[in-house]
């Protein structure tokens, strides 16, 4: 019989390993699962199982699992994941300051968290601008009290002393005049044949990596507000990602 279950989890290594461990020792197979994050901390994990159960004696057992939360359901399903709750968008002050908070408190392995958070919104060009207002927020957060940023005097300066520097533990970024280009990045993939060097397969995360410089720059007291727009992805095949900066 399928089932799915529905979890609050913490959003920590190991929380997703000891569910799954969990239902096996009960006897259950894992068909699918799908991660959403909620914005404090949390993740609500979804996963069709397969095998006899018992609802009462599974929310029991899976609730003493270590960082499990809450389970908000277990039933029979047909095999397909039908709960999903849409993330609030960047822009609702206070609702997404918690997500904001987590990805700065975790920068710089954070592509599980914006997996996460893509995860949730739904697929069309708002998911895109979605993307890039929490990369703003994130970018802000993350170079408000830099020096280099504060003194820089052009924009050239502020990539190659302030982005560039933040951007390097998650891509090989380098300033270009007034772009930011990088051939790898926890959010693209190198095209080889080696799976080992993928790092992503989502081109629109991509929209969160221009949100991120765009908030980078946006923080400076001396440089005019700016916008970055991709002007090529290697996610399509370019060479490069290159983020564009108009001011």
């Known amino acids: 019989m399928a089932a799915q279950i529905v979890l609050n989890i913490d959003n920590q290594p190991g929380s997703l390993a000891r569910v799954v461990a969990a239902l096996r020792r009960y006897g259950l197979s894992l068909d699918k699962h799908q991660i959403q994050s909620t914005g404090n901390g949390l993740s609500r994990l979804i996963v069709i199982v397969d095998g006899p159960f018992s609802a009462r004696e599974l929310t029991e057992r899976l609730g003493d699992v270590k960082g499990v939360k809450q389970v908000v359901s277990v039933g029979p ?64 957060k993350i170079l408000a009290n830099d020096q280099a940023l504060q003194s820089a005097g052009n924009i050239h300066e502020a990539l190659q002393n302030a982005v560039v520097p933040a951007l390097l533990p998650i891509s090989d970024a380098e300033a270009m005049g007034t772009e930011v280009r990088t051939s790898i990045s926890i959010f693209t993939r190198r095209q080889v044949d080696t799976k080992d060097l993928v790092f992503g397969t989502a081109s629109s995360r991509c929209d969160f990596m221009a949100g991120l410089i765009q908030g980078m720059l946006n923080v400076s007291p001396t440089l005019p507000k700016v916008k970055v727009e991709e002007h090529a992805c290697r996610s399509r095949g370019d060479d490069y990602c290159v983020f564009r900066v108009l001011a």
Not at 126 to 131: D, G, K
Request: glycine share 10%; no cysteine; hydrophobic share 35%.
């Open 77 to 140: 399903t047909d095999g397909k994941i039908t709960f999903r709750a849409q993330s609030p968008r960047p822009t609702e002050d206070g609702r997404i300051d918690g997500l904001v908070q987590d990805i700065v408190s975790a920068f710089p392995r954070i592509l599980f968290i914006v997996e996460e958070y893509e995860s949730t919104l739904e697929k069309g060009s708002m998911r895109a601008v979605y993307m890039r207002e929490l990369g703003e927020r994130v970018g802000a």
